[in-house]
Structure formats: C-alpha cells, structure tokens
C-alpha cells in the first residue's frame, strides 16, 4: 500500500512563492509516473504539472508554465512543486498523484494513489 502526503501550502501573496512536497510512503519506487494537480473552489479539478519515471516533465496548465516547477527529491520518494509568481488564480486545494506505470497519463482514473491535499491560498 501507498500513502502520499502534501505539505507546504498556506496563505500566500501576490507574487509569492511556495514549495509543495509530496512525501510517499510504502511501496515506494522512482519510477513512477507523478502528478500535482489542483482543485479551485466551484471548479474542476485540473493537472498541473506531471513527471514520468525517467525524470520527464509534461506541462498540463498553461497558466503555470515559466512560474511552477514540478521535481524529485534526492531520495526519490519525494516529489516538489516549486511555484513562483503566484497569482490569486492559483488558489486552490492542491493534491499529488502517482500511477503504477513509468508514462504519465492525463486520465485522473489511470492515477492509483492520491493524497488528501494541501490549500494554498494567494491573496491579491
């Protein structure tokens, strides 16, 4: 069994910056595909960000792109999302996927481990 847990989301300014980290536990193995995505209030949920099991980035929202940075960490059972130049836009409840492959999906079904998510909060 896979737990996946977000952290770093908070209340933030216009312009700001956070790190989201995505710690998983378990049966954890680099390579696997990972997903941030992000759901606003009153809208559906969105695929931010993905990284493939060889390191691979897939850009999913364009709004974000030049502005998040999706990464592993060094011991690969952690995954980033640096986000620079937030905009209040960027409010959202913020979750991190990982599927049991090594090629990403856009198909929030082909994602078997989601974790509870993290609010992050731009205020203008």
């Known amino acids: 069994q896979v737990q996946l847990v977000e952290s770093g989301g908070g209340l933030v300014q216009s312009g700001g910056s956070l790190r989201l980290a995505c710690a998983a536990s378990g049966r954890t193995y680099t390579s696997y595909a990972m997903v941030w995505s992000r759901q606003a209030p009153g809208k559906e949920c969105e695929f931010v960000e993905a990284?493939?099991?060889?390191?691979?980035?897939?850009y999913y929202a364009d709004s974000v792109k030049g502005r998040f940075t999706i990464s592993r960490g060094n011991a690969k059972n952690t995954v980033y999302l640096q986000m620079n130049s937030l905009k209040p836009e960027d409010t959202a409840v913020y979750y991190c996927a990982r599927r049991a492959a090594s090629r990403v999906s856009s198909l929030e079904g082909e994602y078997q481990y989601w974790g509870k998510g993290t609010q992050v909060t731009v205020s203008s």
């Open positions: 990284m493939d099991g060889g390191g691979g980035i897939t």
